[in-house]
Structures are given as structure tokens and as C-alpha cells.
Nanobody, 123 residues
Framework: VQLQASGGGLVQPGGSLRLSCAASGRILRIDDMGWYRQVPGKQRELVASITSDRTTNYAGSLKDRFTISRDNAKNTVFLQMNGLSHEGTAVYYC??????????????????WGRGTLVTVSS
């Protein structure tokens, strides 16, 4: 099972970015998916999460500017970020709680993480 995040990059203050994260492998089911971010010297923190029935949760005031969504058919989660400020500079990680098949068709539970994509907000 692999989570591949994309969409990070350099953006000016006030700008927008859309992150994507696709899960691949012998996946049986994906429950919650989410985005976290981390800056050097600080703990990884939740940005937003979404359940399989698309109930969403956001950290603090980010709900006003960020939108999390998912495409269950493509095992993909998105994060639309608008009005980015310098505080948005971080490595963004996607996460998924899922069930997958291992060898012998054994079902396993996994809290999977993507490798992270860097978002830099700078003029």
C-alpha cells in the first residue's frame, strides 16, 4: 500500500494550492483520510480530515480557507488551500486509515502515511 501526495510548491501570500493524495495497492476499504502538516522543530499537526461518508473536521480557523474532499472511486483525498499565509509553509502529509490484503489474502489494518509534499508561502 502506498500513498502518493502531490501538488505542493511555491505560492505567494494570498495564493492557492490544491494538494492531492492517491492511495494504491490491494486496498479493501479506506475509512478516514486526512492531511497533516509539520514545520521544523514542531510536532506534526492535523489540518483536516474526512470520513468515508464525507464528514469533515478542520483544525482551528482553517475551515474558512481550506477544503478537504475525497474521491472514493479513486482512493484519493484532496486539500484545497486558499488565502495562504506564511504560516502555511510546511511539509504536508496525507494519511489514511485503511484495510488491505496481504499475501494469502489476509486482511490487515493500517494507518498509512504519504511521504509529504512541501508547501512554501513566500513573496
Amino acid at each position: 500500500v502506498q500513498l502518493q501526495a502531490s501538488g505542493g510548491g511555491l505560492v505567494q501570500p494570498g495564493g492557492s494550492l490544491r494538494l492531492s493524495c492517491a492511495a494504491s495497492g490491494r486496498i479493501l476499504r479506506i475509512d478516514d483520510m486526512g492531511w497533516y502538516r509539520q514545520v521544523p522543530g514542531k510536532q506534526r499537526e492535523l489540518v483536516a480530515s474526512i470520513t468515508s461518508d464525507r464528514t469533515t473536521n478542520y483544525a482551528g480557523s482553517l475551515k474558512d480557507r481550506f477544503t478537504i474532499s475525497r474521491d472514493n472511486a479513486k482512493n484519493t483525498v484532496f486539500l484545497q488551500m486558499n488565502g495562504l499565509s506564511h504560516e502555511g509553509t510546511a511539509v504536508y502529509y496525507c494519511n489514511a486509515n485503511l484495510l488491505y490484503f496481504s499475501d494469502g489474502d489476509i486482511i490487515n489494518a493500517l494507518k498509512a502515511w504519504g511521504r509529504g509534499t512541501l508547501v512554501t508561502v513566500s513573496s
